[in-house]
């Protein structure tokens, strides 16, 4: 017994350690960052006070986006070992930074998606106080809902804070509530559809390689064009979503290029695929192989896209204080200083590496079981909806899209289960009181027969025996434990929660935290 107590001691010092040292190289990149900023910045008074303060502040925010937001990036793919956790985060970490510091942009929206009028602001000092209580505000709110392990979206932290801060200090009048409205609805259409388009692109792969007597065969008709596919979807994202601040595209345009990559993808993948299908079992562990450079190349080309987007939510209200500052007026939008975007930068890839795991696991592996097909859908998913929602114009977040995703994936699981399962208890029943390995070889044929002979083997049975039955109760318990195998029914109610959560209480820090910063001002 002591011994047991001495190791779970040692455990929880070196938990204490770890966190101490992750605490200790965060605190060492926001003190970096104050120092440049009050070196650097040659601005005095109480401006450079509030300056250096939303300086210090966009780094943790920045660290918080990379914390929370990454993670649906590189999730799946952790989940579905196409990945290490490590070459996770050095891939996402490499390639978020290099989203943000060549397709970033140089200019940003002071006020995101307008929640705000800025005209409704009177003076440079309350849009300072409000740019600064905001960016405050919309990293709590991160830092508390990755410590809950729930991944939110940081757009919409940074809205709803922007929008408590707005209210505080112009009044009712300051919110535009027409844009709210779309928020609140892109709270419904993104999980959704994100769960729609993983679980109808999962159906039909299950059906047209899974379910075949020969997967391999299946799978070197099929792969090729689900990677060409890929391609497509996943390069026009980039033309629309990852390159738009320096390259601007109209959606004919990106859907050209992306389907010169298609076209070529699926020469190559067809190459590829048809060397590595010599060497393939025919099972599904075998046919997953074919999706591992696909998730690894998913997952760079999403933290790319990612970061060359999100990174406004770190640096764009820092980049606001920084132009009222210096220009002494308020404007909608505001250039964005290359130390500004350094910072962002920088902090997200910190924040992924210190504190990204949680989340990575959560998303990965915590909410359903993923393998490399099923992330392969979530990954497309995040793609395909937001291109297609873009040009639709319908609001939507792509942490809810991924999420969605990954949820969709699971219930089809549980869909395409039930009947399974319902087949397999059959069978055990129809074998009850024979020789347990007749039963297990029974079953083993059946798992690894095709949905045709599955459907002859279950109507041979039927012919020459009659069916036993499970008490109702019985069955209601067994589909309620299956399910909860296959989707954890927890992981949905607090994830949703916390969605539903995140502009109200973004919003009810960024107003008290104002009315704080305005009272110490004018004390």
Same mark, same amino acid.
């Given at each position: 017994?002591?011994?047991?107590?001495?190791?779970?001691?040692?455990?929880?010092?070196?938990?204490? =350690?770890?966190?101490?040292?992750?605490?200790?190289?965060?605190?060492?990149?926001?003190?970096?960052?104050?120092?440049?900023? @009050?070196?650097?910045?040659?601005?005095?008074?109480?401006?450079?006070?509030?300056? /250096?303060?939303?300086?210090?502040?966009?780094?943790?925010?920045?660290? !918080?986006?990379?914390?929370?937001?990454? $993670?649906?990036?590189?999730?799946?793919?952790?989940?579905?070992?196409?990945?290490?956790?490590?070459?996770?985060?050095?891939?996402?970490?490499?390639?978020?930074?290099?989203?943000?510091?060549? *397709?970033?942009?140089?200019?940003?929206?002071? /006020? &995101?998606?307008?929640?705000?009028?800025?005209? *409704?602001?009177?003076?440079?000092?309350?849009?300072?106080?409000?740019?600064?209580?905001?960016?405050?505000?919309?990293?709590?709110?991160?830092?508390?809902?990755?410590?809950?392990?729930?991944?939110?979206?940081?757009?919409?932290? /940074?809205?709803?804070?922007?929008?408590?801060?707005?209210?505080?200090?112009?009044?009712?009048? *300051?919110? !535009?509530?027409? &844009?709210?409205?779309?928020?609140?609805?892109?709270?419904?259409?993104?999980?959704?559809?994100?769960?729609?388009?993983?679980?109808?692109?999962?159906?039909?792969?299950? #059906?047209?390689?899974?379910?075949?007597?020969?997967?391999?065969?299946?799978?070197?008709?099929?792969?090729?064009? %689900?990677?060409?596919?890929?391609?497509?979807?996943?390069?026009?994202?980039?033309?629309?979503?990852?390159? !738009? =601040?320096?390259?601007?595209?109209?959606?004919?345009? +990106? %859907?050209?290029?992306?389907?010169?990559?298609?076209?070529? *993808?699926?020469?190559?993948?067809?190459?590829?695929?048809?060397?590595?299908?010599?060497?393939?079992?025919? @099972?599904?562990?075998?046919?997953?192989?074919?999706?591992?450079?696909?998730?690894?190349?998913?997952?760079?080309?999403?933290?790319?896209?990612?970061?060359?987007?999100?990174?406004?939510?770190?640096?764009?209200?820092?980049?606001?204080?920084?132009?009222?500052?210096?220009?002494? @007026?308020?404007?909608?939008?505001?250039?964005?200083?290359?130390?500004?975007?350094?910072?962002?930068?920088?902090?997200?890839?910190?924040? %992924?590496?210190?504190?990204?795991? =949680?989340?990575?696991?959560?998303?990965?592996?915590?909410?359903?079981?993923?393998?490399?097909?099923?992330?392969?859908?979530?990954?497309?998913?995040? +793609?395909?909806?937001?291109?297609?929602?873009?040009?639709?114009?319908?609001?939507?977040?792509?942490?809810?899209? $991924?999420?969605?995703?990954?949820?969709?994936?699971?219930?089809?699981?549980?869909?395409?289960?039930?009947?399974?399962? #319902?087949?397999?208890?059959?069978?055990?029943? #129809?074998?009850?009181?024979?020789?347990?390995?007749?039963?297990?070889?029974?079953?083993?044929?059946?798992? =690894?027969?095709? %949905?045709?002979?599955?459907?002859?083997?279950?109507?041979?049975?039927?012919? #020459?025996?009659?069916?036993?039955?499970?008490?109702?109760?019985?069955?209601? &318990?067994?589909?309620?434990?299956?399910?909860?195998?296959?989707?954890?029914?927890?992981?949905?109610?607090?994830?949703?929660?916390?969605?539903?959560?995140?502009?109200?209480?973004?919003?009810?820090?960024?107003?008290?935290?104002?009315?704080? /910063?305005?009272?110490?001002? !004018?004390?």
């Amino acid at each position: 017994m002591e011994f047991q107590n001495i190791a779970r001691l040692e455990k929880a010092g070196k938990r204490a =350690r770890n966190d101490s040292l992750r605490l200790g190289i965060g605190v060492i990149f926001v003190v970096l960052v104050m120092l440049y900023a @009050s070196l650097t910045q040659g601005v005095s008074g109480p401006h450079g006070a509030m300056l /250096i303060a939303a300086a210090v502040i966009g780094g943790y925010m920045a660290m !918080n986006i990379g914390a929370n937001d990454v $993670a649906n990036n590189v999730g799946p793919a952790v989940g579905s070992r196409a990945i290490s956790m490590l070459g996770a985060l050095v891939i996402a970490a490499v390639f978020e930074a290099a989203g943000a510091l060549i *397709a970033g942009g140089d200019v940003v929206a002071t /006020i &995101q998606k307008g929640i705000i009028d800025a005209g *409704a602001i009177e003076g440079t000092d309350r849009f300072i106080w409000l740019m600064t209580a905001a960016l405050l505000a919309g990293a709590i709110w991160l830092n508390v809902a990755t410590a809950m392990g729930a991944p939110v979206s940081t757009t919409h932290s /940074i809205v709803g804070a922007v929008l408590g801060a707005g209210l505080a200090a112009g009044g009712m009048q *300051a919110a !535009n509530w027409s &844009q709210l409205g779309e928020i609140a609805a892109s709270w419904v259409i993104s999980p959704v559809l994100g769960a729609l388009v993983a679980a109808a692109l999962l159906y039909w792969i299950t #059906h047209r390689i899974l379910y075949r007597d020969d997967m391999v065969e299946a799978a070197r008709r099929v792969v090729p064009w %689900l990677i060409g596919l890929m391609a497509l979807a996943f390069t026009t994202y980039l033309a629309l979503k990852g390159l !738009n =601040r320096v390259w601007h595209v109209g959606f004919a345009t +990106a %859907l050209a290029v992306g389907a010169v990559a298609g076209v070529a *993808a699926t020469w190559l993948a067809a190459r590829a695929v048809r060397r590595a299908s010599t060497t393939l079992e025919n @099972s599904r562990q075998g046919i997953n192989r074919l999706f591992t450079w696909p998730l690894i190349f998913a997952a760079a080309l999403l933290s790319f896209a990612h970061g060359a987007n999100d990174v406004a939510n770190a640096v764009g209200p820092l980049a606001a204080v920084v132009d009222a500052v210096r220009s002494g @007026s308020v404007s909608g939008q505001a250039a964005i200083p290359p130390w500004v975007m350094v910072v962002g930068a920088v902090g997200i890839s910190i924040g %992924l590496l210190l504190y990204g795991p =949680r989340l990575i696991r959560k998303v990965g592996s915590e909410i359903t079981e993923l393998d490399q097909m099923r992330a392969y859908c979530v990954a497309m998913a995040a +793609a395909v909806t937001v291109i297609v929602a873009s040009q639709l114009g319908l609001p939507v977040s792509s942490t809810h899209i $991924a999420v969605g995703g990954v949820f969709g994936v699971g219930f089809l699981r549980e869909l395409l289960h039930r009947p399974h399962a #319902h087949a397999i208890g059959f069978i055990r029943m #129809h074998h009850a009181g024979q020789d347990k390995e007749v039963v297990d070889r029974f079953l083993d044929d059946f798992l =690894r027969a095709s %949905l045709e002979r599955k459907r002859e083997m279950l109507d041979a049975l039927k012919r #020459h025996t009659a069916a036993a039955d499970l008490s109702k109760f019985e069955r209601k &318990q067994l589909k309620r434990v299956y399910r909860e195998d296959l989707v954890k029914r927890s992981e949905l109610v607090k994830i949703v929660a916390a969605w539903l959560v995140t502009v109200p209480v973004s919003a009810a820090l960024g107003a008290l935290i104002y009315f704080m /910063i305005f009272g110490m001002v !004018n004390a």
